[in-house]
Each structure stands twice: as structure tokens, then as C-alpha cells.
T-cell receptor, first 114, second 115 residues
Framework: SQELEQSPQSLIVQEGKNLTINCTSS?????LYWYKQKYGEGLIFLMM?????EEKSHEKITAKLDEKKQQSSLHITASQPSHAGIYLC??????????????FGTGTLLAVQP | KAGVTQTPRYLIKTRGQQVTLSCSPI?????VSWYQQTPGQGLQFLFE???????NKGNFPGRFSGRQFSNSRSEMNVSTLELGDSALYLC??????????????FGEGSRLTVL
């Protein structure tokens, strides 16, 4: 099973609607990244969360980190067609000391209908 | 400030050949990580280099190797290519290495097709 699960796998929303994407870890989280990717292109950095309870916002996107639940959520307010793409969470998981590494979830495909 | 630059952007190889991909990190960044992205497996960690030393390695066969130069530029090499090596190879750079210490920036990727 995946160590970092994202839900939902895909999402279609009407323009102007709010939406939430979740990222849940099976191991202790040391920090979490959110990225957006257009198909076949590189990853665009959105936000990095390091502390439990931390919340960051950029334009209409807000991300929160819940260390106790080993979970992060990404919330988009008043979605626009420009928000469409694949959203990926990446996390540094505890494998013990120097072997900690950054792994990624399976991604959430977002489509926004005008 | 220039971003992470990967070359080539696209390449086609045949089975059994080898390939070298290059990554120039953001100026001042000393850590470079490599990832393989495929539709079936998603984004998987290959290895991480910091100050010319490999700090971490993912679960890939020995055909996948890499190195980092004194100017922080990195190359990865895949020998004896297999069809399953067809993927988007992404490079990421950050100031420091190891446990999450800062923003991680990705390049546009090198899309490898193996025929």
C-alpha cells in the first residue's frame, strides 16, 4: 500500500466552487510539500509545511498540517479553470535518521468546468 | 534567478542503450534529487546528492546511477535501457539536504522513451 495516500484521486468541480484535497501518511511526518503539475511538465512549488498545526495560504489556496493525524489538506476557494492540473503532496517520512527521504503521493487530478 | 534546468527535454533510445541526463540546480543550491515519474508508479525517488556525495538512494537497480560535480550540477545515467525505463525524469534542487529543510524546486523534466 502507498505510504502517502491522496484523496480523492480525481475531482471535477464547477468554476467558483470550493474543494479540498487530502494527503495522509502511514508514518510520522517531518514536513510536507504541496505541488501542482500540468501533464508531462515539471512540478510547481505551492507550499511547504513544517510544524503541526501550521497553515499557509497563497492566493486562493490554503494548506494545513495536522501532525497528530499525520495528514495535510489543501483547500481551494472559488476555483478557476487555471487551478486545473494534478496536485501532488510530498512528505519526508521517518525511516530512521539519515535514511529519511522525500516521497510523493499518487496525485489528485483536478478539472474545473467553466 | 534561473530555475532548475534539465537537458535534454526529450529523447528516444532503444533497448540496451544507455542514457545520461543533466540537471543544473538553482544558483546557490547544493542539493540535487532525482525522481522517476510513470503513470503506473507515480513519482518515485531515485537518489539525492549533496556536496558531490550521494546521501540517499531509492529502490532502483544498479543500472541507475548518478553523480554531482563541484558546481552542484548533477547527471544521472541509466545503462542497458529497458522498455520500463520510459518515464519523465525530474530533478529537484534545494539549498540543503536531508530531512526537510527548505523549499524544493523541480525542473521541467527529461522525457525518455525507450523503444
Amino acid at each position: 500500500s502507498q505510504e502517502l495516500e491522496q484523496s480523492p484521486q480525481s475531482l471535477i468541480v464547477q468554476e467558483g466552487k470550493n474543494l479540498t484535497i487530502n494527503c495522509t501518511s502511514s508514518k510520522t511526518l517531518y514536513g510536507l510539500y504541496w505541488y501542482k503539475q500540468k501533464y508531462g511538465e515539471g512540478l510547481i512549488f505551492l507550499m511547504m509545511l513544517q510544524k503541526g498545526g501550521e497553515e499557509k495560504s497563497h492566493e486562493k489556496i490554503t494548506a494545513k498540517l495536522d501532525e497528530k493525524k499525520q495528514q495535510s489538506s489543501l483547500h481551494i476557494t472559488a476555483s478557476q479553470p487555471s487551478h486545473a492540473g494534478i496536485y501532488l503532496c510530498g512528505a519526508v517520512l521517518d525511516y530512521g535518521g539519515a535514511t529519511n527521504k522525500l516521497i510523493f503521493g499518487t496525485g489528485t487530478l483536478l478539472a474545473v468546468q467553466p | 534567478k534561473a530555475g532548475v534546468t534539465q537537458t535534454p527535454r526529450y529523447l528516444i533510445k532503444t533497448r540496451g542503450q544507455q542514457v545520461t541526463l543533466s540537471c543544473s540546480p538553482i544558483s546557490g543550491h547544493r542539493s540535487v534529487s532525482w525522481y522517476q515519474q510513470t503513470p503506473g508508479q507515480g513519482l518515485q525517488f531515485l537518489f539525492e546528492y549533496f556536496s558531490e556525495t550521494q546521501r540517499n538512494k531509492g529502490n532502483f537497480p544498479g543500472r541507475f546511477s548518478g553523480r554531482q560535480f563541484s558546481n552542484s550540477r548533477s547527471e544521472m545515467n541509466v545503462s542497458t535501457l529497458e522498455l520500463g525505463d520510459s518515464a519523465l525524469y525530474l530533478c529537484a534542487s534545494s539549498l540543503w539536504a536531508g530531512v526537510i529543510t527548505g523549499e524544493l524546486f523541480f525542473g521541467e523534466g527529461s522525457r525518455l522513451t525507450v523503444l
